[in-house]
């Protein structure tokens, strides 16, 4: 947290503005002017031996280090202007951390701050419950309360085979934890928060007109932070959000539909302060076959057919799946459509035993015939012609 060294300087005891002798609204321009004859003026080149000369040109530097740099000056503006309203000063109601172990020179170290921001708890929510009242005890609360884990949601795609049979599963599971990048502040690394100024720096707003039904609602500008940046974080876009991922081996049991959705227990999010963990949800998705289709328990394989197979019957081969192929009876005037089953050569039930195959005839009619074909086929129409196929869509 290198970037956040000038907030060292102890803000809450040093105005700046007075140090270079120019207004709070001085136009940078003016800032610049100001400094720039201060430094000269008590540079220690030209000012051998002179100690006080020397403090004024390192206060002076200090100042402008601040003031004269448009992002640090605006958190600095924000911060004076939060402490004036009675946020920070010592002995101005900041009994909270004034004398607590903050820091350490008396003054607000916005420093510490944000690395106890990062710490395991209290840190900022603390500091401002005492500030704002009501925040603490509500903050404790949570922090202190056994809550389980939540939920999580994933999904995962298995081959047709995979799910007839089981698998197991790595999953990516993305957590809440805290952005790797910005350490969960939504702030672009290296970039200045300043003190929300929606909430003020509370966390949350109060909304309605007071009394009885006030609501106090998380702060919708910092999302209860407290603090904003002026550029977001690119990795979480600022909502501070870990993109960090787990992976955890799922096994998804034999026989799972396409679509399903399978709870695994325990396997979601963390609890807290000894809560239990969530549930993980898994939603399925079964890449079909190319050849085999599913019907619950049973496999179903459409075979393609001739006219003359079903007509004077036939014996054909068709596959299973992971096994030899079987031969199909068909007999003689089988209609189109039918289905006929192959016991035990479907999908394994939850008992160990097998479902069946089911396999439906789908009569194909040739797209060209050779001249021994078409002349048979016409010998076929002669002699059954005048056969009244149609007739029942005639009638009334
Ligand atoms: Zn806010
Ligand atoms: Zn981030």
Redesign the pocket.
Known sequence: MAENESFRNDWATKDFYQVLGVAKDASAADIKKAYRKLARENHPDSNPGDDAKHETFKAVAEAYDVVGDEAKRSTYDEFRSLQSRGGFGPGMGGGGFSGGGFGGGGGFNLDDLLRERGGAGGGIGDMFGDLFGGGRARGQQQASRPRRGADVESSATIGFTDALDGVTVSLRLTSDAA?P??Q???GKPGTRPHICPECEGAGFVVSGSGGAFAMQETCPRCGGRQLVYDEA?P??H???RGTSARTIQARIPAGVKDGARIRLKGKGAPGENGGPAGDLFVKVKVTPHRVFGRKDDNLTIDVPVSFDEVALGAEIKIPTLGGAPVTLKIPAGTPNGRTFRVRGKGATKRDGSKGDLLATVEVQVPASLDQTAREALESYRAATAGKPLRVGLFEA
Request: hydrophobic share 0%; with cysteine; proline share 0%.
């Open positions: 952005c990048t910005c969960g502040t939504g974080c990795t979480c600022g909502s501070g």
